[in-house]
């Protein structure tokens, strides 16, 4: 258990705090029902349903709604789409599967993971001011240094001290 504690902060951090956020960056109003505890739950039932199926663990991802974004999908019917997609690769291909996903060059998927990661790069420019933007670059540097766990936890204290204006940056 203990070498999947830092997995808690990143899916808290990733999955639900910056889901959220990021759907009402990009989808405002509509994005009502996009809530920390609707994510949270859907999560879980999803987590749940795979653990009958022997599936593996899977969590809402902010990288993946930035990159969809990006390339145009705006509704649900993007999700449907692609989960289509590979439903139907599963089954006509079935054990083979994994042998055509490794035809895919990792360069490509490194190219993929950079540009989600310039997309969710992108959403700093709304810091309108320094205690965010001195939490943002004070967690980025704690988890370098050490972990993502580290960084978590110190960067939601300061944020949290910083909150009491006794203190300024």
Known sequence: MACRL???PMTIGNAVIANADLSKQYFGEQSGRVTHKGLCLSM???NLGSFFIA?????HGAGGLA????FGARTGGSNLFIGSVFLLVALLFGAETLA???LLPMSALG?????AGAQLG???LDILNRRELFVILLIVGITLASNLAAGFIVGILIERLLRWQRFSV
């Open 67 to 70: 990159s969809r974004y990006r």
């Open 122 to 124: 992108l959403t700093i």
């Open 55 to 59: 599936g593996l663990p899977l969590c």
């Open 44 to 46: 879980a039932l999803a």
């Open 6 to 8: 830092p997995q808690i």
């Open 111 to 115: 190219v993929l993971l950079i540009f």
């Open 100 to 102: 055509i996903i490794h």
